[in-house]
């Protein structure tokens, strides 16, 4: 039986992806739900029956078919086809009421789209402090379960006003801020330094198997039941997952009551170098800000979340505004970019895992090789998306090839918080994605602003723009990285140390002595010092 017991780290592994999938159930069911609860008015509408409605590539094959002359941008009417509205506004509200749709225009929709990250760029540093001195159970449980009742009132939010909707996603994103800096903390109490990569890899892309999982559902959820119904399945499918978190999850090795003895003196000494035993109770927050190794993973996480929001955020509303997918064909098609993404984090983890135990590279270069993969190849080929132009076949193949190389960051620059200071990981996971995200919560906006008419010229200016950022994250990168423990890393220890020597002088001046902050440990190994200073005393 021993024999065949599976590893207890393997089994958090398991827990914790399943809990990304949930993570992400919660964030991303608004993108495909918000294609079937909002209507947006445009400058130009064809006949005002909701039957009708036309993708810009739908509009162009009318254009090309049509016996009148007239040339299509976006913007001009075909006479015998299209027709101008005078009131646009008017009509699109009567359409809207018709339809059972919130009406709203691209930059509201842009803002309710992007108010979970308003919300989620609060809480990532405060998030990983919590689990540096609490745990990651307490406060990833904690983070799914607020979110779990939040997403179950997100219909009646959305009834009530789109600002009530807005309000509620920035709730959603103040709970979920906490997540990925508390599994930073997970990882540097539980994950032996060379397993880290294939760990984060397979782990942190969760949320790509629960986008995979999502966009395809709400689209069969939405076509069947509707799509208030959406928020009401994900949210009690959280609530579910919550018991079994309590029941099974462990902040570390040592009190996990399942573990083996081998795997527990293993993992402990495999992550002695670099962790301490006493939780941070400082934060050398002067070192973080002037530590340019540190804002070279905080420049890469810029440019890798602009692009997974990008993604994330608007890849259904272009599936549906240009290339004209149903919303049935619309969830499905949406998620396989992210299946690739997961295949490619997965195999990027495995590959570098190999490489490093192995000894045939370093583990800078290591990095270096798959942060570029994650920056460079996404933003070209999503570049190249934008001029295929309606050729489905192609940009159905390129947006999961663009995502596939995305996942190489969980062994790139995800892992380098690790390389730099495994003492406060999760803190400085918190503090890249809180710079990350507030640039990347921008996205929404920025696209709804670039596209008032969904065309695909307009969208070209996207995914130009998403280029030019990604490969100027990537040079800050490469040439201000390090892979080396930084000396701040050690501050807590120092200032135990320097108490210690305090003590000790206290005790041979006859002083009080009190017991110093290291514990039994240091007690047992200053026998005959300080330990003999207090008997004589």
Not at 394 to 412: D, H, M, N, R, T
């Amino acid at each position: 039986m021993a024999a065949c017991q599976i590893p207890a780290r393997v089994s958090v592994g398991m827990l914790v992806a399943t809990g990304v999938m949930v993570l992400y159930m919660l964030r991303v069911n608004l993108s495909v739900a918000i294609v079937a609860m909002v209507r947006t008015p445009t400058t130009s509408t064809l006949n005002n029956s909701p039957e009708i409605k036309r993708s810009y590539c739908q509009k162009l094959d009318v254009v090309e078919s049509s016996s009148v002359n007239i040339s299509f941008d976006g913007y001009e009417l075909l006479q015998n086809n299209i027709t101008q509205v005078d009131n646009p506004t008017y009509e699109e509200d009567a359409l809207a009421e018709q339809t059972d749709q919130l009406l709203l225009t691209g930059p509201q929709k842009g803002m309710v789209l992007g108010g979970f990250f308003y919300g989620y760029v609060i809480t990532s540093i405060p998030g990983g402090r919590l689990a540096e001195l609490y745990g990651t159970k307490i406060v990833f449980g904690g983070s799914i379960l607020l979110s779990g009742i939040l997403t179950l009132f997100t219909p009646v939010a959305a009834r009530f006003s789109y600002v009530a909707l807005i309000l509620i996603r920035i709730l959603i994103g103040i709970a979920q801020g906490v997540v990925y800096p508390s599994m930073h903390v997970l990882v540097a109490r539980w994950i032996p330094p060379l397993e880290r990569p294939r760990f984060i890899s397979i782990t942190y892309m969760g949320n790509c198997l629960g986008t995979i999982i999502t966009l395809p559902m709400c689209g069969v959820i939405i076509d069947s039941l509707g799509w208030e119904a959406v928020f009401y399945i994900c949210g009690a499918i959280a609530i579910v997952w919550i018991a079994f978190w309590c029941l099974l999850m462990f902040d570390s090795p040592s009190n996990h009551p399942r573990i083996s003895e081998k795997e527990r003196e293993y993992i402990l000494e495999s992550i002695s170098d670099g962790t301490t035993k006493q939780k941070p109770n400082q934060t050398p927050w002067c070192a973080f800000m002037t530590s340019l190794p540190l804002w070279a993973i905080n420049m890469a996480h810029v440019g890798g979340m602009f692009c997974f929001t990008l993604l994330l955020t608007q890849l259904p509303t272009y599936m549906d505004s240009v290339l004209g997918f149903s919303i049935r064909n619309n969830g499905l098609l949406s998620s396989l970019p992210f299946l690739a993404q997961f295949l490619g984090s997965t195999t990027c983890g495995c590959v570098g895992d190999y490489l490093l135990t192995r000894n045939y590279i370093t583990r800078s270069t290591s990095r270096r090789i798959f942060a570029t993969v994650s920056l460079v190849l996404p933003a070209i080929i999503l570049v190249a998306v934008g001029y295929v132009g309606c050729n489905i076949t192609w940009a159905v193949v390129l947006f999961p090839v663009s995502a596939g190389c995305l996942g190489a960051f969980g062994a790139g620059h995800l892992a380098n918080h690790l390389d730099l200071a495994p003492n406060f990981a999760g803190t400085l996971l918190g503090l890249s994605n809180t710079i990350a995200f507030s640039i990347s919560m921008l996205a929404p906006i920025i696209v709804g602003a670039m596209t008032p008419d969904q065309s695909l010229q307009q969208w070209q200016y996207v995914f130009w723009l998403n280029g030019v950022i990604c490969i100027a994250c990537l040079v800050f990168f490469m040439i201000f990285a390090k892979f080396e423990i930084q000396p701040w890393n050690y501050c807590m220890e120092e200032k135990i140390e320097k108490l210690a020597k305090e003590e000790e002088k206290k005790s041979f001046l006859g002083l009080p002595f009190r017991p110093n902050t290291l514990g039994k440990k240091r007690e047992r190994e200053t026998e005959g010092g300080v330990g003999d200073a207090e008997e004589h005393y």
